[in-house]
């Protein structure tokens, strides 16, 4: 039942979005990569009905799902390695993103912190700092887990048992089997070529499980960033290595995609910004509810009579309208402005000279 694949091709050359477009994407999600924000995003452009989130034991979840229901499928996320598509009978592609590894791991050892649930948690309360957790050697997730992910070994091989064989497979898969590797740090890009690829334009989007409490990583000691970059070789020569193939890909669009990127990522900064006047507003209007709540009996606050809650109901409604209606606005213009840009780009990609000219940038960069 394997599916079969179109190799992806050279950095700088888009693939036909129609073509692509037909394929069930697979969002193969590194843990601490972003991949909530971008999953979020993906659900919204193909719907709940026809997508799965993958939880624990992917494969045996595949295998027991019935197959026309696979064959139903346009996108599949989820934490998982390489190699979901073997279940598919209709054609699929890959994507994924990847973070710097020591940021990567910071973010996971403060999550774990703060998440009692997580199996991790007694490890990460033992140690007494992130240097301890990493160096015991009890978390896969501290240990080229990207290179795991994408090779699709997972966690089939112990903590410091991955090769320089498994970081060849996973550079493999990405040249053959994904239609894109995005970073984190470069997510807007990562998303608009993304979109360009699929033949759909992304829209303003909220960032979701962020941590603001996590310490920075200039924050670290020397020793624990070298205790990090150690046990994750592999994911920094990874990494790099999808960096600056990344690099090469947009710098492969020109001048019109800088553009689209520029009023994208001032597009989500307007909405953030509403999201918060929205936010800080509902939270203005709740405060004296809470207060009568919590202090019934003080003499200072009246208690809030009906006509009151209406009225208060009445401008927490009027607020959400206009908050409605602002980020609309600011969806609207936003793909109006990266359609004419996308627009330019397909006649870019569409004129006879296209090819020569991308052979030419080519044999230019090998040169430098």
């Known amino acids: 039942m394997a599916t079969s694949f179109d190799a992806t091709p050279a950095a700088g050359v888009a693939p036909s979005p129609d073509s692509a477009a037909k394929k069930t994407l697979i969002f193969l999600h590194i843990p601490k990569a972003a991949g909530t924000t971008m999953a979020s995003i993906l659900t919204q452009q193909y719907g709940k009905s026809v997508s799965h989130h993958t939880k624990r034991q992917p494969h ?68 007494r700092n992130i240097t301890q957790y990493v160096a015991c050697g009890l ?13 699709g070994i997972g966690g089939t091989v112990g903590f410091g048992k991955c090769t320089a064989r498994h970081l060849q497979q996973a550079k493999q898969n990405l040249e053959a089997e994904f239609i894109l590797a995005g970073t984190s740090e470069q997510f807007d890009a990562t998303l608009l070529l993304l979109g360009q690829r699929l033949g759909w334009t992304p829209s303003p989007y909220p960032k979701l499980n962020v941590n603001p409490s996590r310490r920075k990583r200039d924050e670290l000691s020397r020793q ?19 960096t600056e193939r990344l690099q090469q890909q947009i710098a492969a669009q020109g001048p019109e995609f800088q553009t689209a990127l520029s009023a994208f990522q001032q597009a989500n900064l307007d909405y953030g910004e509403v999201v918060q006047k929205g936010e800080r507003s509902a939270s203005r209007n709740n405060r004296p509810a809470q207060a009568a709540e919590r202090n019934p009996s003080r003499p200072n606050v009246a208690p809030i009579q009906q006509g009151d809650e209406v009225a208060l109901l009445k401008a927490q409604l009027a607020d959400a309208n206009q908050t409605i209606a602002q980020l ?34 080519a044999l230019r960069r090998g040169r430098r």
């Open 60 to 127: 045996q979840q595949m295998q027991a799902m019935p197959e026309e229901q696979r064959r139903q499928l346009r996108l599949i996320h989820g934490h998982m390695p390489f190699g979901i598509h073997q279940y598919l009978s209709q054609s699929s592609t890959y994507f994924t993103m990847l973070r710097h590894p020591v940021e990567r791991v910071i973010s996971h050892y403060y999550f774990i912190l703060n998440s009692p649930e997580h199996s991790g948690y007694p490890v990460a309360r033992a140690a």
């Open 139 to 151: 978390q896969e997730q501290t240990n080229n887990v990207q290179t795991r992910h994408i090779s």
């Open 224 to 242: 624990a960033i070298a205790m990090i970059e150690r046990h994750n070789a592999l994911d920094l020569e990874l990494y790099r290595y999808v």
């Open 328 to 361: 609309t606005n600011i969806q609207a213009r936003t793909q109006q402005q990266l359609r004419k840009a996308m627009a330019i780009l397909a006649k870019v990609y569409s004129h006879p000279l296209w090819p020569i000219a991308s052979k030419i940038s």
